[in-house]
């Protein structure tokens, strides 16, 4: 199922689900959207070796394999360019040629538009993707703080979740994305960052011992709201925060800085309104990589 690409500076109504919720153009994570969906240049991906991670494109066409044979994809995307907030499938493309083997059973608890499980089956590995808003019918419907998978079922776990309120995912009260992560918020952050350590405790519940998950995620800023004149901004360092909640059960890997491409962050109003402003665009993505030692 497709979703509406959001215009990126409608402020008024909102936005339907699964598109894109900006606040206005001070919103800093309204402007550095993910990666470009769809590059003019698609080389064939080839593992990366330092943590910062680059490509040109949110899909990928081709690969280099151990032997050193290119592979072709058997389709130009995987999961959904036209869904607001989706994975760049390289980057799960990295994740699983490291950590994981043919048949090994991948497992993506927020699964969106089906980026994860289109790059496991790509690999030849099975895949079991839920989302509370299911695109599509290989998407199952649940809630990531309590999935239908068994104990120590999964070889490796992928999630990409929302990042406070930017995006509308959907119309579902129990869609993390509705929790707002400011400290100005009503409860300061705290109901996002309790659904999110029950989303990383049934992570670490359903991987098998010695195995390794990874979580995809970005900072957030946004332009205090109410005060005339704009009265500055509010940052949300979700990414460390999420880290130490991860730290409670995984053992950290490492962390990778995942460039993020987008036409937007070279907007000559987003870049004025920046300097002006004294914020910054979100320019990178965390990856933080983990392992479940038992
Ligand atoms: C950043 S998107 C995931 C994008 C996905 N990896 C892709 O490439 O399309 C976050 C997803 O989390 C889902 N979500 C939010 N709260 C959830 C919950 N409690 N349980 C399961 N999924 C949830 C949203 O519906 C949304 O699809």
Redesign the pocket.
């Known amino acids: 199922m497709k979703r509406p690409l959001p215009h990126p500076q409608s402020s008024a109504a909102r936005p339907k689900p699964g598109a894109r919720q900006a606040d206005d153009e001070h919103d800093a994570d309204a402007a550095a959207t993910r990666p470009s969906r769809r590059g003019p240049n698609r080389p064939p991906l080839k593992r990366l070796t330092t943590t910062l991670w680059e490509y040109p494109s949110q899909h990928f066409d081709s690969w280099i394999d151990d032997e050193g044979n290119v592979v072709h994809a058997s389709a130009r995307m995987q ?2 360019k036209d ?1 607001a ?3 760049p499938s390289w980057v799960v493309w990295q994740l699983l040629t490291r950590y994981t083997r043919k048949g090994d059973l991948i497992v ?9 499980i289109d790059t496991a089956r790509e690999l030849e590995r099975k895949a079991l993707g ?4 299911a695109s599509r019918p290989d998407i199952f419907r ?4 309590k999935l239908p998978v068994e104990d120590a079922k999964a070889d490796f776990v992928f999630i ?3 990042y406070s309120t930017h ?1 509308d ?2 119309d579902d009260p ?4 509705k929790l707002d992560t400011a400290p100005d918020a009503d409860d300061g952050g705290k109901a996002y960052y309790q ?1 999110m350590r029950k ?1 990383i405790a049934e992570s670490h519940r359903i991987l098998k011992p010695r195995r390794y998950m990874a979580l995809y995620v970005s900072d957030s800023w946004r332009k205090r709201r109410g005060e005339p004149g704009g009265g500055g901004g509010v940052f949300m360092p979700i990414g460390f925060e999420l880290f130490s909640i991860m730290r409670e059960r995984f053992r950290p890997i490492d962390i990778i800085a995942v460039v993020r491409q987008n036409a937007k962050l070279g907007k000559s109003n987003w870049a004025k309104s920046a300097a002006e402003g004294n914020f910054f665009l979100r320019g990178f993505n965390y990856l933080f990589i983990m392992k479940k030692e038992s």
Request: net charge negative.
């Open positions: 999961g959904d869904y907030g989706a994975t993506d608890p927020m699964c969106g538009s089906g980026t994860t839920y989302d509370l808003a649940a809630d990531a703080r990409d979740p929302p995006i995912y959907s129990a869609c993390i994305g659904a989303v």
